[in-house]
């Protein structure tokens, strides 16, 4: 029988990837979300969820929940005996979270500390976490490797991924059965080869790629691009860009590696290049055939230079490395965006 993995934020954008590799590794998600990022669909189960029913032709277990909910989350750990949990569910935008700082503690912090009680009472001790870089804050050195210093995060969305770090490793260090991988990101980016599942900001994307997609497909008039002054290639930012789907199948490794009673283990799910903000312009105005227009802006508050990743670990100890290049990162995101020009809401597109 397949082992149940409860898949929190499962309807966002990494979630529903992560749902589409863990039904082929074998795995049966039982996903939660509240809506918060994820679009609404047939029957009031994310449109992305409905999607992936579809692509893999299966049935997937949806609960609309919201994990502050402690009653919700204990009888839904009652019906069910979970494997192992991989927790997305969170508020995500570094701007909004410096506008409204005590909305993300409150959210992430009390979210996360009630997924955790629940699964300690229900003697569920396998965890993976959906970490990021930005725990990292300013980069004091490069590629970024995992015993780079942590901690020094520029904003209160960064913080709140540091802290659940510490609470993890604390709650692991008490308590000697459980296991938890923590996975920091670096910028995902792409979309499922079929077109079907992507990214879909809600409102303005925060993020570069979702941007300069919406202006390639006429969404968006015009790409802003914050700052060309930093001491990189071309004087705008570098990041670390990784295929979402890479960073799915990441997180099956994670799951295979809590099999081996490991504790606590932290490792980064990057491709170990970085690219600059007009290269990563030039790379989608190819891959989609448009020209995508920006101008420069002054640059944001709390954004660093370069930032990219020192992989090897996670090949060594997860056995899993990023396999697809940029080219085929901008292709896929160009497919989804082209494909559902207005995202999920206009869920007609799907081929029935």
Known sequence: MAEKVLVTGGGGYIGSHCVVELIEAGYQPIVVDNFSNAVRGEGNVPESIRRIEKLLKT????HELDLLDRPGL?????KHSFSAVIHFAGLKAVGESVEKPLLYYKVNLTAFMNLLEVMQAHR??????SSSATVYGDPQRLPIDEQHPVGGCTNPYGKTKYFIEEMVKDHCKAEKDWNAVLLRYFNPIGAHCSGQIGEDPQGIPNNLLPYVAQVAVGRRECLSV???DYDTIDGTGVRDY?????????????LKK???????????L????????LEMVKAMEKASGKEIPYKIAPRRGGDVASCYADPRLAEKELGWKAQFDLERMCEDLWRWQSMNPTGFSNASSFAQ
């Open 59 to 62: 049935s997937i277990e949806f």
């Open 74 to 78: 204990e009888k839904l750990f009652k």
């Open 124 to 129: 569920v001790r396998n965890l993976v976490f």
């Open 226 to 228: 914050y700052g060309n």
């Open 242 to 254: 990784i295929h979402v789907v890479d960073l799915a199948k990441g997180h099956i490794a994670a």
């Open 258 to 268: 809590l099999k081996e009673d490991c504790g606590c283990k932290v490792y980064n």
């Open 270 to 277: 990057g491709t170990g290049k970085g690219y600059s903000v």
